[in-house]
């Protein structure tokens, strides 16, 4: 996002849930050491959910997360009138 002023960015970030605004670069004046210090925070967090992350907790939340999604996707077709997808 672009803006003439610092405070539109900033009011939109802290909207963001902790998780993703912990992602979020704001470059916010001129100044480059502001965007570097910003840059690695970002990335110092990227880093620290990484380690803190469990792979097979982390494809087992997938697998559960694609079923839920085609069971919403189901019920969106049958709302529709469309008939359901093909179970794979």
Known sequence: MTSA????PTVLRDKLPPAVRDLCVLLLSSARQDGADELERTINALTDQVAASDPEQLQDEIHQL????????DARRYVNGLPRSPRR
């Not at 002023?5 to 539109?8: F, I, L």
């Not at 694609?66 to 996707?73: K, Y």
Request: glycine content about 0%.
């Open 5 to 8: 002023r610092n405070q539109a």
């Open 66 to 73: 694609a079923a839920q999604r085609e069971e919403v996707r």
